[in-house]
């Protein structure tokens, strides 16, 4: 989800010498959501929605139209953006495929994405949703699921019959069976199979499990 709603953005001990415009930047109810090329929608507490260029330092709002002032809309996109709760310029908040966490990204990164707890790479131990199985990651491929071919099946990973209900779009990943210990990226040794899966049908395995 690109939407980040409050109530209200936390104060500090020095609030109180805000002016009017910063006060009620912070204090009202209004969500964020950041729409990419550097465009935000506002929605205020009366349900009001206004759309903001953060970069160009502009707002949709009367305040800002009319008395061509620096209005609340744009001081609180940049409060939500300096406290790290709306992601800046260039990016978008995408949720976690696995645990639906929002993740800064750049816009142009193509879904899924995953959070610092679920992402892997060469070395981390995986389980198969299909299976239950457990594997050991070797490779993680920005090749789409659906461009990489199985020789031996004669089509491409995405086809393959147990990948079928996997997005044929998101990119592959290699592991191992049985599960062993691989360095992390250490050269796989030569007598271990790599099965290639849909990066979504693979799930990260905590080190503690």
């Known amino acids: ?9 936390p104060l500090s001990p020095a609030d109180g010498h ?10 009202e109810p209004m969500s964020v959501l950041a729409l990419g090329d550097g465009l935000y ?18 707002c949709t709002c009367p305040d800002h139209v009319f008395r061509n002032v620096r ?10 953006i ?6 800046p310029p260039g990016q978008l908040a995408l949720e976690c495929h696995d645990c639906e966490t929002a993740v800064f990204v750049d816009e142009r990164t193509p879904e899924p994405v995953y959070c610092d707890d679920h992402a892997i ?7 198969d949703r299909e299976t239950g199985s457990r594997l050991t990651v070797v490779d993680a491929s920005d090749l789409r699921a659906d461009h990489v071919q199985i020789r ?21 990943v290699g592991a191992i069976y049985p599960h062993a210990s ?15 899966f849909p990066r979504t049908r693979l799930e990260r395995v905590p080190t503690d499990s």
Not at 18 to 27: N, P, Q, Y
Not at 45 to 58: F, K, N, Q
Not at 152 to 172: H, I, L, S
């Open 1 to 9: 989800m690109n939407t980040h709603a409050s109530p209200k953005a």
């Open 18 to 27: 805000l002016d009017e415009r910063s006060r009620r930047a912070r204090v």
């Open 41 to 58: 929608e506002v929605e205020s507490g009366s349900g009001a929605t206004y759309l903001i260029d953060v970069e160009a330092g502009r």
């Open 71 to 80: 209005c609340k809309h744009l001081r609180r996109v940049a409060i939500e």
């Open 82 to 87: 300096t406290e790290g709760r709306t992601p």
């Open 121 to 127: 790479s060469p070395g981390d131990t995986v389980r």
């Open 152 to 172: 031996e099946a004669d089509c491409t990973v995405a086809e393959y019959g147990t990948n079928e209900t996997y997005d044929p779009d998101v990119p592959v």
């Open 182 to 196: 691989v360095r992390r990226h250490g050269p796989v040794p030569e007598s271990l199979k790599v099965y290639v």
